[in-house]
């Protein structure tokens, strides 16, 4: 099968000598037999170069069906695209905006155990430490550290591996905060002791 520039390349040249030997035919003289004889040869190639017209013109419509079937392919292989690319982005987005929900919690908690901290620091050691803030800073490191440990999975899943790997990064980060703290609330308690 041709392709669609040649089909059209080629009904264009036979259109071409069609068109001159029309124009021929019209110009030729008809008053000798000479003259006749020419004309006659010059209807003959007419009918040869209009059979050949209607082969290029199979031709062009063959290379245009051709033409049609690759882009109709192309087409449903660049809407599939399409459409994975959207699935992707959705699960991207949500993703994200775990990722900043986290963020934000995280940003919170550490306000929470820069204040439990400083408030601890400030209690003379006659007093008790506040175990119940210590509990509830202890409680949300522990939730953020579990939540960017699903985050960390779910991004895997998804083959997210940047979003992954700073969930995880994130989680190790709240884990090694909060045995800090664990320790820091330790130190305190012992030191305020009897």
């Known amino acids: 099968m041709l392709g669609l520039a040649a089909a059209v390349e080629g ?9 001159a030997l029309a124009a021929g035919i019209q110009r030729e003289r008809l008053d000798s037999e000479k003259h006749l004889r ?3 040869q010059t209807l003959s ?3 040869g170069s209009e059979a050949r017209l209607g082969e290029h013109i199979r031709a062009l419509v063959g290379a245009i069906a ?3 079937q690759r882009h109709e392919k192309h087409s449903e292989a660049v809407q599939a695209r399409a459409d994975q690319i959207r699935r992707r982005t959705e699960s991207l987005t ?7 929900a986290l963020g934000e919690a995280t940003g919170e908690a550490n306000r929470l155990v820069q204040q439990v901290a400083a408030t601890a620091r400030e209690t003379s050691t006659a007093e008790r430490i506040d175990a119940a803030a210590f509990r509830e800073v202890d409680d949300r490191l522990s ?5 960017s440990g699903e985050l960390a999975r779910a991004a895997q899943d998804e083959a997210f591996e940047d979003v992954g790997t700073q969930a995880e990064s994130l989680r190790l980060q709240l ?6 703290f664990r320790l ?11």
Do not use: F, M, V
């Open 11 to 19: 009904l264009d040249a036979e259109l071409c000598r069609y068109e």
């Open 38 to 40: 020419r004309a006659a």
């Open 45 to 47: 190639e007419l009918e």
């Open 175 to 180: 884990l090694s905060a909060r045995n800090k």
């Open 94 to 100: 949500q993703l994200l905006a775990r990722w900043k």
């Open 143 to 147: 939730r953020l550290a579990e939540e």
């Open 184 to 194: 820091l609330e330790r130190r305190l308690g012992s030191a305020g002791e009897p």
């Open 66 to 68: 051709t033409a049609r």
